[in-house]
Nanobody
Framework: QVQFEESGGGLVQPGGSLTLTCVPSGSIDPQWPAWWRQAAGKERELIARAVRPGLSYYSESVKGRFIMSKDAAKDIWYLKLWRLTPEDTAVYYC????????WGQGTQVTVSS
């Protein structure tokens, strides 16, 4: 089972930006991991995934503000977050879309002034 590890979270002011990193323990290429987040007291929600080459899904809550990308040379994926709001405060995770990988600890994103 491929294990995922997330990093890059932190405390950021509203309107700020962050780049989260996802590193799998083994190769998943050419597949891309999907991204989830879980706010305190809420269910984990899917926020981004690659549907097929050139087509990505983003939830309405993050569309236009978050974007997935990949390091061209390494098995490292990124989720870039812009125009953050307090509603984006959550623990962020990556995993295969079918959740077949092992969940990591996630990375905490806190948006607060």
């Amino acid at each position: 089972q491929v294990q995922f590890e997330e990093s890059g979270g932190g405390l950021v002011q509203p309107g700020g930006s962050l780049t989260l990193t996802c590193v799998p323990s083994g190769s998943i290429d050419p597949q891309w991991p999907a991204w989830w987040r879980q706010a305190a007291g809420k269910e984990r929600e899917l926020i981004a995934r690659a549907v097929r080459p050139g087509l990505s899904y983003y939830s309405e809550s993050v569309k236009g503000r978050f974007i997935m990308s990949k390091d061209a040379a390494k098995d490292i994926w990124y989720l870039k977050l812009w125009r953050l709001t307090p509603e984006d405060t959550a623990v962020y995770y990556c995993n295969m879309f079918d959740q077949s990988g092992g969940w990591g600890q996630g990375t905490q994103v806190t948006v607060s002034s």
